[in-house]
């Protein structure tokens, strides 16, 4: 069987609308909120130079309907590029990009094959003896194991199945098309190509079934590498999954230890610091979009959450000191702890004893539950299932002690830091 190489990708959300940038404005900013049309732009790069032989996308190229042409038209050009270069897709819809979720349509070059919704079809490229089975999907909530009715593999190919799916629940994502993953194993494919979950992993070998991950992060929790992966095949067995890494922003938590800090110029070296040796070692030439954690128990705790706007500043400096599109700051987050002031005898101590039996009182935490839970119901979805602020988090989970702490925490800060 001849050897041949193609691109395994998903979850490429083009024109994903980026959270928290609506107010943001320079180079830095406006490299995050085109980052995923950059990302696709590299990938069709990178399969022209590699010269591979095909490339499959298993879902979520888009992120929902389009806002206009324009995204569709981006995806027309890309594809043209790869016909030129006489390269064929095989293109998946998912959840996000499913028949009900697109209602505007763009006629598609030559070169893409695309897996319809009402059953699953085969593609094959008889000349490498390979053959592609997949189903797009129709709606968005896929709830059907949609595997068995997937085509037997055709004897003497190299058969790929292309499947987006939860696979019977991955943790923090939705369980679309779910299934076991010895249904993969047993239909007798050589390689499952899967996407929806945003982490890549290679789940099992010989058969191969194989999250490729997102092709570029969006936020802060999906951080770390991102791309697409490079599967070499030899004598109908595969031999290499290499990891082609086409991000072109990368987000990182970056926790900055405060405890030996004596003031709060020091916490702000420390930022600097940190931040600096963060894009030595991560960014690799990208642009690194930086979430900073304060960490560590110190007496400048209630100092540190009074400035919090004043450090966000002093490490969006610090980041613009680097250059304009070196590194770009989330979000700074003051996560340490005070010692222990529940034992004082001034108001202050009052202030603490009052907010502690005020977490272990069950009348207070089921009143503010009600009300609370009233608010966050009214929340937008997206608001409501993507929330990462501790307090926001807290009301939205109905989590009422930590929402007392958390509150009671920020108040004692407001009340007795010095001013900075």
């Avoid at 609308?17 to 696709?40: C, D, S, V």
């Avoid at 610091?273 to 954690?293: P, S």
């Amino acid at each position: 069987m001849q050897s041949f190489r193609f691109i395994h990708t998903g979850d490429i959300h083009l024109d994903s609308p980026l959270k928290g940038l609506a107010r943001q404005q320079g180079a830095a900013a406006e490299r995050i909120r085109t980052a995923t049309r950059t990302a696709f732009e590299n990938l069709i790069g990178q399969a022209i130079e590699d010269e591979v032989d095909f490339v499959v996308i298993a879902g979520d190229l888009y992120d929902g309907d389009w806002r206009d042409y324009q995204t569709g038209l981006f995806f027309v050009k890309q594809m043209g590029r790869l016909a030129q270069a006489k390269i064929p897709v095989f293109l998946l819809h998912g959840n996000h990009d499913a028949e009900s979720q697109i209602t505007r349509k763009l006629t598609l070059p030559t070169n893409v094959s695309v897996f319809p919704a009402r059953k699953a079809q085969t593609f094959r490229l008889p000349h490498l003896n390979v053959a592609l089975h997949g189903q797009s999907f129709r709606q968005r909530d896929i709830t059907d194991n949609l595997v068995p009715a997937y085509p037997s593999p055709i004897a003497g190919c190299f058969n790929i199945g292309v499947l987006h799916t939860g696979l019977g629940g991955m943790p923090g994502h939705a369980n679309y098309a779910p299934c076991a993953i010895e249904d993969l194993t047993n239909k007798g494919y050589d390689y499952w190509a899967l996407a929806h979950v945003h982490q890549a992993a290679i789940l099992h070998e010989r058969p191969h079934v194989v999250f490729c991950g997102n092709l570029q992060g969006r936020h802060i929790r999906e951080s770390g590498p991102k791309g697409a992966s490079l599967v070499t095949v030899e004598d109908g067995q595969v031999a290499e999954i290499s990891p082609l890494h086409v991000d072109c922003v990368r987000w990182i938590h970056l926790p900055v230890p405060v405890n030996e800090c004596g003031a709060v110029a020091d916490a702000v070296d420390c930022v600097r610091q940190a931040i600096e040796e963060a894009v030595e070692r991560d960014a690799q030439g990208r642009l690194l979009a930086c979430r900073i954690e304060l960490t560590g128990q110190t007496g400048l705790h209630r100092e540190l959450l009074a400035s919090a706007d004043h450090l966000l500043a002093e490490a969006k400096a610090a980041a613009l000191g680097l250059g304009e599109e070196v590194a770009w700051i989330e979000r700074l987050v003051v996560a340490t702890a005070s010692p222990d002031t529940a034992s004082r005898k001034d108001a202050l101590g009052d202030l603490q004893r009052i907010i502690e039996s005020a977490g272990s009182d069950a009348e207070l935490q089921a009143r503010l539950a009600t009300d609370l839970g009233d608010l966050a119901r009214k929340l937008p979805h997206d608001i409501r299932t993507d929330a990462d602020d501790a307090v926001l988090k807290a009301a939205i989970d109905g989590n009422i002690a930590s929402l007392i702490a958390h509150g009671g925490a920020y108040l004692s800060a407001r009340l007795t830091a010095e001013k900075v």
